[in-house]
């Protein structure tokens, strides 16, 4: 069933001013529950954009906007629940940090939608937890004493906290170093695999998409060019190209190994899938 | 939730039209020239005309009227507070009475001052707006800097003065763009800021002024750190990439001004008298 559906979505900015932009137009997209989709597209497409229909946070300048069969232009339609199920984090978000301790920050979420006071904390342990940081030690620090990653990891947690059925992540994973990345991205995951958390992730890096998504879907100058299963999104390398992004690097591979040659499948996503494919065209088996 | 189209005053509209193309010092002066003339002028012929004469220059920029409309609507409050402590307190005696309210009588008199006490209110804006508008901040603070350049013989700071201007006027978008960035950021976190009492509403700023403060600081660092990394020294020896040059378009247009302003500001009952 489709949890967020989007219609005919338009969104100008500054409208009636000169310094008018439309960054996304005509968009329709559903998302069904459960999925994992990955959004891709060059700087300036539209994705940020698109992304903060999900929860009303943008209005949409034409067409519809639907959350849970909700219509969220309906006046009468509850934003704050719909903020409460679908969770947005956005790009950077150790700068949203503002509370003395990490266990404050991230109980503004859940102290805003109304819970009692142990269930508050429950919820921080466990969304603390869920990032990788220890609620014993880290919760009674300042947020302003923690490392880069160690706030985008609180500021994750002050989303998870909510608990929404929803996670929508704006580029989560950049400016981190690699383990940072490989760590977020894994708990990510294992959000999705193990809570069934539906998850909509921006990113830039094709092998992170390749790695996570089940279906993805490509934006261009506000409007979405491609959507579809990764392995058949990917492989329509030349088109990639041609709007600036690229194909994961495993892909690359062993598309150039073929044009080397080498009878080996090009359809691999993953460093596994290219090692069992480069072993089979080998005759390694 | 876009707080850029709500602070039209001060913007600055990229535009390629001959009022943009003039010195920032031609503009300023000329602005200065317009100033003093909206209040000198006493009589609604006068304001006719610098009416016309705004909406011409407003024309020839190729700015669209209703932005610069817009730009009046945060002194909007100030103009009827203007209006109506004129009508009743104006300090002109006698008069016709229109209407009282209780004890305070409203003049025609009084209120035909303070109808041309708010019109230069709008005037004024009007003038200095387009002055934003068509000039880039980096060229208006040249331009200080260069008007003001005399005066540091009395030990008046010129150019730092003028660099702390530019980097406040370059920092107002990129602040407001980081303040809708964290309160979207903490709406989504369920925060909500147009609901409640005065102070139910001043405690929802701190989730976003903390964040803010903080940014700030740290921007404020970065660029320190980034205008030492290029030696920044201010002082007399620094050159500049772009010279101000004062062409003979700059001429012509100052001089139109200051005579259309001189003409204006003589009353029309000192022209019917020169009239044979």
Known sequence: MAFIEVEDLTHVYLRGTPMETTAVQDVTLRIDEGEFTVLIGPTGSGKSTLVQHFNALLKPTTGKVRVGGRDLSDPKTDLRAVRHQVGLLFQYPEYQLFEETVDEDVAFGPRNMGLPADEVRERVRNALEAVGLDPATFGPRSPFTLSGGEMRRVATAGVLAMTPKVLVLDEPAAGLDPRGKAEILGKIRSLHDGAGITVVLITHSMDEAAALASRVVVMDRGRVVMDGPTREIFARADELRAIGLGIPAVTTLVRDLRNRGIPVRTDVLTFEEAHAAIREALGWN | ?276
């Open chain 2, 1 to 276: 939730m876009e707080l850029s189209r709500f602070v039209t005053i001060g913007q600055y509209v990229p535009r390629e039209s001959p009022v943009h193309r003039l010195d920032p010092r031609t503009k300023i002066a000329a602005v200065t020239s317009f100033m003093v003339v909206i209040f000198v002028v006493r009589d609604f012929v006068g304001y006719g005309l610098l009416t016309l004469f705004l909406l011409g220059i407003i024309a020839l920029a190729r700015i669209p009227l209703g932005f610069v409309l817009r730009g009046l609507r945060p002194i909007v409050f100030l103009l009827l507070l203007t209006v109506v402590l004129n009508v009743f307190f104006s300090g002109v005696e006698g008069g016709t009475v229109v209407f009282r309210i209780w004890r305070f009588a409203a003049t025609r008199e009084g209120i035909i001052r303070a109808l041309f006490i708010a019109y230069r209110l709008i005037l004024l804006v009007g003038i200095t707006s387009l002055l934003t508008f068509t000039t880039s901040p980096v060229e208006l603070t040249d331009g200080i800097e260069r008007l003001l350049r005399p005066l540091r013989r009395f030990g008046v700071p010129a150019h730092e003065l003028a660099m702390m201007m530019t980097i406040a006027l370059r920092f107002i978008p990129t602040l407001l763009e980081e303040t809708e960035k964290i309160m979207k950021a903490q709406m989504a976190r369920g925060a909500v800021f147009d609901r409640g009492g005065a102070l139910r509403r001043a405690r929802a700023l701190v989730p976003v002024l903390v964040p803010l403060f903080v940014s700030a600081f740290r921007r404020a660092d970065e660029l320190a750190l980034a205008m030492e990394a290029r030696c920044y020294r201010g002082g007399d020896k620094r050159t500049r990439m772009k010279e101000l040059r004062f062409t003979p378009r700059d001429a012509a247009a100052l001089v139109v001004t200051v005579v259309i302003s001189v003409l204006f500001a003589i009353p029309l009952a000192v022209w019917q008298r020169l009239a044979p």
